[in-house]
């Protein structure tokens, strides 16, 4: 299997842009994770969804921020408009959906915005 | 409450030497899970291991080991012979029975292994 796919890999905006990153889960998997990792911060749970629907929306950081999951292959985080201190790492990442499996992870879009 | 302490932000070791990495966890849950991930330079993370609440048996992969210990609340993971490849920064995980399938990271260490 391909493993997590996000794209892009790296992105630059100016400030007031809309971002919007994509990911694609292994396929089987019905959870999917939105990460946020800054130096600050470290690892940051942003959103997840089982089934396509989200359970746990709670660490999206302001309203600019919006993930939606169209169905079982494809889930986008957009932010609207970005600003300089959404600059960070964000990672998608897959699971079965089963308590006490492991998630696997995309590689990760790097964020910067100017 | 962080439900995941790794107190140790970085270490660094001279290759060949051990190193043990800490993880201590907070759970109500009588069933629970932990993880570690490795993230490399090249920045993905990558799983390593998953333990559950009921197995405290200790487990061993090459020159990986885990030590898992519940009346400690620890699940601490020990590189042996250490290498330049295991310069990476490790996260320990959990998740619980009673929140579904949500994981609680720790805050990482980064291990730098010198040659």
């Not at chain 1, 600019?64 to 609207?80: D, E, G, V, Y």
């Amino acid at each position: 299997d391909a493993g997590v796919i996000q794209s892009p890999r790296h992105e630059v905006t100016e400030m007031g842009q809309e971002v919007t990153l994509r990911c694609k889960p292994i396929s089987g998997h019905n959870s999917l994770f939105w990460y946020r990792q800054t130096m600050m911060r470290g690892l940051e749970l942003l959103i997840y969804f089982n089934n396509n629907v989200p359970i746990d929306d709670s660490g999206m950081p302001e309203d600019r921020f919006s993930a939606k999951m169209p169905n079982a292959s494809f889930s986008t985080l957009k932010i609207q408009p970005s600003e300089p201190r959404d600059s960070a790492v964000y990672f998608c990442a897959s699971s079965l959906l089963a308590v006490g499996t492991e998630a696997f992870f995309g590689q990760g879009t790097r964020l910067t915005v100017v | 409450a962080q439900k995941v302490t790794q107190a140790q932000t970085e270490i660094s070791v001279v290759e060949k030497e051990d190193v043990t990495l800490d993880c201590v966890y907070e759970t109500r849950d009588t069933t629970y899970y932990l993880f570690w991930y490795k993230q490399p330079p090249s920045g993905e993370l990558v799983f390593l291991i998953r333990r559950n609440s009921f197995d405290e048996q200790n487990e061993i992969s090459g020159r990986y080991s885990w030590n898992f210990q519940k009346s400690t609340s620890s699940f601490n993971f020990t590189i042996t012979a250490s290498q330049v490849v295991d310069s990476a920064v490790y996260f320990c995980a959990l998740s619980e029975a009673s929140t579904g399938n949500q994981f609680y990271f720790g805050t990482g260490t980064s291990l730098t292994v010198i040659p």
